[in-house]
């Protein structure tokens, strides 16, 4: 069972940034891997992915402030969160496509004051 562990969310204020990490207990290396997050009411949404050659998609929300990366050797992707606004507030999930096998993380808390 592969195990996947987000670190790094916490309380911050308007435009300030947070860099979330996520490492797997398995390699990635030739995974996709992604962030999603939830916010209270709301359904889980893609905020961003990367592939196992580095490219990357974006929610059409996050472009230009998110940027996700990854680090094969560490088995650790990255979610470097820059401008937050409060709409940015939510549980942030790592998830981890194995082959069509999805894996999830439990998640890391961002909240974004105004």
């Known amino acids: 069972q592969v195990q996947l562990v987000e670190s790094g969310g916490g309380l911050v204020q308007f435009g300030e940034s947070l860099r979330l990490s996520c490492t797997a207990s398995?390699?990635?290396?030739?995974?996709?891997m992604g962030w999603y997050r939830q916010a209270p009411g709301k359904q889980r949404e893609l905020v961003a992915t990367?592939?196992?050659?580095?490219?990357?998609n974006y929610a059409d929300s996050v472009k230009g402030r998110f940027t996700i990366s990854r680090d094969n050797a560490k088995s650790t992707v990255y979610l470097q969160m820059s401008s937050l606004k409060p709409e940015d507030t939510a549980v942030y999930y790592c998830?981890?496509?194995?082959?069509?096998?999805?894996?999830w993380g439990r998640g890391t808390q961002v909240t974004v004051s105004s």
């Open positions: 990367i592939t196992s050659g580095g490219g990357t």
């Open positions: 398995a390699s990635i290396f030739s995974n996709v």
């Open positions: 998830n981890r496509n194995s082959g069509g096998i999805i894996y």
